[in-house]
């Protein structure tokens, strides 16, 4: 595992390829996760998101947080929540629209379409794994992180109509991310030494 850093974590935007695959699990809970967690929590709150998972600030690992803050007072209407390998069972209900945002796709807004109620299984920072069933908002926040440590963002559970609705924004997180990450040359493509070099060298040799 990579060795333990915070600070410089941050918000990972789509198209990142982090975002695109499916996450590992955690093998066991160490200084790098708890390291790890507490910069999500950060990068959470600073962004005010509601849940962030370990792909969207750059760490393909199976972990979310949640937590969910009223708008009037601040006080916590979901008490921050660490979920460590989630695993999600017994959705209830015929799927409901709703309008969902990303932090890693930011101006994105969209309904999805999700069943309302499900029940999450997952080990906390303790190591204390605990099993709940929740309806409304956190069981949707639950089946957005999740599908995040899956490689699945909305744009893959948006209409396709939501889609081209986006097309433009997507262009410009797209065009962003290529020029913050150009693309290394390969080998074959590294041009050859210049000539007056290759001159020197050889007369260099034939002495
Ligand atoms: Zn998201």
Not at 54 to 65: H, K, L
Not at 84 to 105: D, K, T
Not at 125 to 151: I, K, P, S
């Amino acid at each position: 595992m990579p060795e333990p850093s915070s600070t410089q974590r941050r918000i990972v935007l789509y198209p990142a390829p982090v975002l695109l695959r499916k996450a590992a699990p955690v093998e066991r809970i160490d200084e790098w996760v708890r390291r790890l967690v507490e910069d999500m929590i950060r990068v959470m709150r600073d962004h005010e998101g509601a849940g962030i998972a370990a792909p969207q600030v750059g760490e393909s690992v199976r972990i979310f947080v949640v937590e969910e803050r009223q708008a009037d007072d601040g006080e916590p209407a979901e008490p921050l929540g660490v979920y460590i390998n989630p695993v999600l069972s017994l959705p209830v209900g015929a799927v409901e629209p709703f309008e969902e945002g990303c932090l890693s796709l930011p101006d994105i807004r969209a309904e999805i379409r999700r069943p309302p109620t499900i029940t999450i299984s997952a080990t906390d920072l303790e190591g204390r794994t605990f099993t709940r069933t929740a309806d409304g908002f956190l069981a949707r926040v639950w089946q957005h992180e999740f599908d995040h440590l899956e490689g699945t963002l909305i744009l893959d559970r948006m209409t396709s109509i939501d889609r081209i609705a986006c097309r433009r924004t997507l262009k410009e997180l797209q065009a962003d991310w290529e020029e913050a990450n150009p693309p290394v040359p390969k080998p074959e493509e590294t041009p050859p030494p210049a000539k007056g070099i290759g001159r020197v060298l050889r007369g260099f040799k034939r002495r």
